[in-house]
T-cell receptor, first 114, second 112 residues
């Protein structure tokens, strides 16, 4: 069964500090992995999309890594800001042969405190 | 400047009532999706449509139906709402050949 597990479920960090979120998946065959940011009361917004051949991608202060061999990804937030308070969702897409099915993780809720 | 809009944003309804959630997009995308989100769980796909005449079931379609009235409009109906359909519902769109999905702001539905 395809699964996406995220850790931690939640974390609190002080403004200006860095943090790293983890995503482990069992989706196969793999196509791509996405990280979304979801503000409270809003729809998810894409941060990064990585295919099998990419092992790192940045979007401003967000840097995602992918290890397709171990089926792990991380999202690193540098110099956190209050506006980074949100849920971060890891999403893994199966390959076209498996219908491009998306499997969503349960998210990590990040709270940045001043 | 919202490209994907959902109406209503919030709705409280009673068990057994029929309810329709609507989604409109101005992005010109062919593909549209309906998801539900429950606390602590990942989004789950209810239905998706790759074209006006194309409707496909997702992983949790039981109790739901959809209508793709036009390229820009995709509606989700609950024929007879039940309390465990209380959730946050999201519409999303994507362009053919792109991995990117664009989500609407969500509809919070409560069934009492």
């Amino acid at each position: 069964k395809n699964q996406v597990e995220q850790s931690p479920q939640s974390l609190i960090i002080l403004e200006g500090k860095n943090c790293t979120l983890q995503c482990n998946y069992t989706v196969s065959p793999f196509s791509n992995l996405r990280w979304y940011k979801q503000d409270t009361g809003r729809g998810p917004v894409s941060l990064t999309i990585m295919t099998f051949s990419e092992n790192t991608k940045s979007n401003g202060r967000y840097t995602a890594t992918l290890d397709a061999d171990t089926k792990q990804s991380s999202l690193h937030i540098t110099a956190s800001q209050l506006s980074d308070s949100a849920s971060y969702i890891c999403v893994v897409s199966a390959a076209p042969a498996a219908g491009n099915k998306l499997t969503f993780g349960g998210g990590t809720r990040v709270l940045v405190k001043p | 400047d919202a490209d994907v809009t959902q109406t209503p944003r919030n709705r409280i309804t009673k068990t057994g009532k029929r309810i329709m959630l609507e989604c409109s997009q101005t992005k010109g995308h062919d593909r549209m999706y309906w998801y539900r989100q429950d606390p602590g769980l990942g989004l789950r796909l209810i239905y998706y449509s790759f074209d006006v005449k194309d409707i496909n079931k997702g992983e949790i379609s039981d109790g739901y139906s959809v209508s793709r009235q036009a390229q820009a409009k995709f509606s989700l109906s609950l024929e007879s709402a039940i309390p465990n359909q209380t959730a946050l519902y999201f519409c999303a769109t994507s362009e053919r050949g792109s991995y990117e999905q664009y989500f609407g702001p969500g509809t919070r539905l409560t069934v009492t």
